[in-house]
């Protein structure tokens, strides 16, 4: 009566070891292996979702670089030098400044550039409160000036304060995609 119980327990043993734990273990491999997986899909379609922002993210960059060099970026020398010629010493009016003197420099950025680059430097003769007015409606301007550079004297008192203040505008050399 004993034999059978062991014998079927050998056989019982023996099933287990050659068939039950390796296709258990093989399981536990394969859930394993999914996971693996579940994870590296995961990683790849955040990735991928990376990948079409930066593409998104470049056209859009593309799309507003020509928009800027369409649409606020003087077409030439001429159009800069005609944009702040008339401009800033109309402004320097209606913002009740003495405008005194102008010089301009213009130079190429590269040797291979695309941009030029026209220096202005102003003297100018006011008030503070005209002098603070002058710089807000020049920041508000729809011309594209830059202020790179402001000194402000005191004079004698009841004189007007001395303004030196420096601009620069860009130009295109030639057309964008050149």
């Known amino acids: ?82 944009m702040t010629y008339s401009s800033l010493p109309a402004l320097a009016r209606k913002t009740n400044v003495k405008y005194e003197q102008r010089r301009t420099s213009v130079e190429e950025l590269e040797e291979d550039a695309r941009l030029g680059h026209l220096s202005i430097r102003m003297g100018l003769a006011c008030d503070y409160e005209s002098f603070r007015d002058f710089i807000y409606q020049l920041e508000r301007a729809p011309e594209f000036v830059i202020i790179d550079d402001v000194t402000l004297t005191e004079g004698q008192t009841g004189e007007p304060l001395s303004l030196t203040i420096s601009l620069s505008t860009y130009f295109r050399l030639r057309p964008h995609g050149a």
């Open 1 to 82: 009566m004993l034999l059978p119980l062991v014998v079927a327990l050998v056989v019982d043993l023996a099933a287990y070891a050659l068939v039950v734990r390796p296709r258990g273990i093989k399981s536990a491999g394969a859930a394993d292996r999914a996971a693996a997986a579940s994870v590296a899909l995961g990683a790849a379609e955040q990735e991928l979702a990376a990948a079409r922002a930066l593409v998104d993210g470049k056209r859009k960059a593309e799309e507003e670089l020509s928009a800027f060099y369409g649409k606020v970026l003087p077409v030439d020398l001429v159009a800069a030098r005609r």
